[in-house]
């Protein structure tokens, strides 16, 4: 029977929490200080944008997180650990009397009582002086050690125990060691041990499983708070624009965003500034949608607007909030639509998936897109016009600006569709209630390009039959995008004010116009390549989406719309028709196989039933000798009444 033994050193126990956190520590520390970089080489090489990107690294960088609090608290733990562990004493080192004497295993006896002879005459107390670093008790102790070890090998059954078992008892029970400090385990402790042990397990644990389990409950699936959803769906109708939808936001900041009561008087200095511009009237209408019953929610409104209008901030507290609220918009955007794409309402979907841009580029709804270029204010550029002629423009001038917006406008994110298309696999036709695959080829043209000479290519004829090939796999294939796209680099959106990194991304919207109502949910889409990065014999990149066809037959005229969530007015649109028709009726061979002959008992049960039998080719040629046997005569009669 085995018996245990606990550890009074506590140096086990030490070598398992040493094990448990190396494994916990290492590949966290790893991940958290080797994680892939974000790359600023991709992006836009405005002036503004790298500097932007630049501040954004510093901000991203000098973070310091729970996190990194835990790491640190890890492995100064571990460290303290191993420095216990190298320095602590040895207890448990094994009795060998053959060690001892400095003999080997199975010498005999003479030769042990010769070599003890010899120890005894080194190592005696009266023959051997103390010295500074061998004091006479350590001499006494080396003499002792040596005699009880020469009395254990002198006797046979001992040597004997010692030489078979490595004891001098014989065979000894199976011995396992508990990695646990033996203070544990005494009577005197258990007090306290149980008492942590209902701390941990009796209030820790349950607190932990409440926290998370009320907490789950008080979020939705798209992160926002519950109170922020019901805001949304109380909030929102069918007919809700932009600045409705702007308001429908600003609600929820109550209960995303913890108030503050710090730089009152910096607050106080944007909030007047708001009111004083031209815009203020916007921004009065979006107030008073939001309401005006929390101070963190007007706090965090304020700090939107003045992003929007492009305000600096002065100081840094107001800055970090103002980064946490616009980073976290977008959640609160996402969720917003989809409350509005979950009842198929389209204006508001619309709304919201255009909010995006706006918020992104720090533009509100009433100004012009083209003040989307770096350094352009508002001000400075009509409400409609063309990135060309302001480049142009500000060429003849010998403005520095001309180079940075050239820069800008190659990554401009303006959509084209190169076709859409409703595909049935292995299907010619539509038919009620059928599988169908909303098929949309995409790619990006800068605005500096010639639209007219990007629309017309002309493929070659074995390039479209390449294309037809690589087109059904992708209909065949479980992806919603096609692949084969490795050499297509994503790069990050020209977004001079956001303070984080952003890839551009897009929604594939299909929709009825007249009734305002979306035929299908919106999918959304990341990296269209631009048409400079794309072969001439496949200038698009396809994507799709699957649904369902309407039960009952007729035309749809529906559109496809491809908006951006990056950029103002970069989106496209395309009437597209989606006609259901019956199955086409079957052909007559097939017909004549399913159908039974006259002559036999099913074709009789058809024919009882008013149903379609196959006639017996027996009676087909009676008729047929008997339609020609008439004729026979008709002509006949003819040719006598001629005669006569």
């Not at 002792?144 to 006797?155: F, N, P, Q």
């Not at 992160?223 to 932009?242: L, P, R």
């Not at 106080?268 to 979006?286: C, D, G």
């Not at 989106?571 to 004549?592: G, H």
Request: some cysteine; hydrophobic content about 40%; glycine content about 4%.
């Amino acid at each position: 029977m085995a018996t245990y033994h606990y550890d009074e050193s506590g140096n086990m126990a030490a070598y398992f929490v040493i094990t448990f956190l190396a494994f916990i520590l290492i590949p966290l520390t790893f991940s958290t200080l080797f994680k892939k970089r974000k790359e600023t080489l991709h992006g836009c090489q405005c002036g503004p944008c790298i500097q932007s990107r630049t501040q954004a690294a510093k901000m991203e960088g000098t973070q310091f997180t729970k996190k990194h609090l835990v790491i640190a608290l890890g492995w100064s733990l571990l460290f303290f650990l191993v420095h216990r562990v190298a320095n602590a004493t040895n207890d448990s080192k094994v009795y060998d009397p053959f060690e001892i004497l400095g003999i080997s295993v199975g010498m005999s006896e003479k030769d042990i009582k010769s070599h003890f002879k010899k120890l005894s005459k080194l190592y005696h107390p009266d023959k051997v002086r103390a010295t500074a670093e061998q004091t006479i008790e350590d001499i006494q102790n080396k003499f002792v050690d040596i005699t009880k070890a020469y009395k254990s090998l002198t006797d046979e059954t001992i040597r004997r125990n010692w030489e078979e078992w490595g004891d001098p008892d014989g065979r000894q029970q199976m011995s396992m060691g508990i990695a646990l400090p033996i203070w544990i385990i005494e009577g005197k402790n258990n007090i306290w041990v149980l008492g942590v042990y209902g701390l941990l397990f009796g209030g820790g644990l349950p607190m932990l499983v409440g926290r998370w389990w009320f907490g789950s409950r008080q979020r939705t699936k798209d992160g926002i708070s519950a109170h922020s959803a019901a805001a949304f769906f109380k909030s929102m109708t069918e007919s809700s624009e932009i600045v409705d939808a702007m308001g429908i936001l600003a609600k929820a900041y109550k209960f995303e965003c913890t108030p503050a009561n710090k730089d009152a008087a910096e607050l106080a200095r944007l909030q007047k500034e708001i009111a004083t511009l031209p815009e203020a009237k916007w921004a009065e209408t979006v107030m008073e949608l939001a309401g005006d019953d929390d101070e963190g929610k007007r706090r965090a409104l304020t700090l939107l607007l003045a992003h929007l209008l492009r305000f600096k901030v002065e100081s840094p507290a107001l800055k970090k909030e103002q980064r946490r609220v616009l980073l976290h918009t977008p959640t609160l955007l996402n969720a917003l639509l989809t409350i509005a794409t979950s009842r198929n309402w389209f204006v508001p979907t619309m709304s919201v998936m255009r909010l995006h841009a706006y918020i992104i580029q720090a533009l509100l709804p009433t100004q012009s897109p083209l003040a989307q270029l770096p350094d352009v204010k508002p001000a400075e550029v009509p409400r409609v016009g063309d990135v060309s002629q302001i480049i142009s423009k500000l060429t003849e001038e010998s403005d520095v600006r001309a180079a940075d917006i050239r820069k800008a406008a190659e990554k401009w994110g303006n959509v084209d569709i190169y076709d859409a298309s409703f595909r049935v696999i292995d299907e010619k036709q539509v038919t009620p209630s059928a599988i169908v695959f909303l098929v949309v080829k995409l790619r990006l043209v800068s605005p500096l390009s010639d639209a007219v000479a990007v629309k017309v290519e002309e493929l070659d004829p074995l390039d479209v039959k390449a294309n037809d090939r690589k087109d059904y796999q992708f209909l065949n294939s479980r992806k919603d995008t096609e692949e084969d796209f490795s050499d297509v680099t994503p790069s990050y959106v020209h977004a001079p004010y956001w303070p984080s990194n952003r890839k551009p991304s897009w929604w594939i919207v299909l929709a009825d116009p007249k009734s305002s109502r979306l035929a299908i949910p919106p999918m959304k889409i990341s990296d269209v390549p631009s048409i400079s990065d794309l072969p001439s014999s496949r200038p698009y990149r396809s994507y799709k989406i699957q649904f369902q066809a309407p039960p009952t037959l007729g035309t749809n005229n529906w559109r496809v719309y491809v908006v951006s969530d990056s950029f103002i007015g970069a989106e496209s649109w395309l009437p597209i028709t989606l006609k259901v028709e019956e199955p086409v009726a079957r052909d007559e061979a097939e017909d004549d196989i399913s159908d039974p002959e006259e002559d036999t008992l099913a074709g009789q049960m058809a024919m009882m039933k008013g149903g379609k039998v196959k006639r017996t080719l027996g009676e087909e040629e009676e008729e047929s000798d008997d339609e020609s046997g008439t004729d026979d005569d008709q002509n006949d009669d003819d040719s006598s009444s001629d005669s006569d």
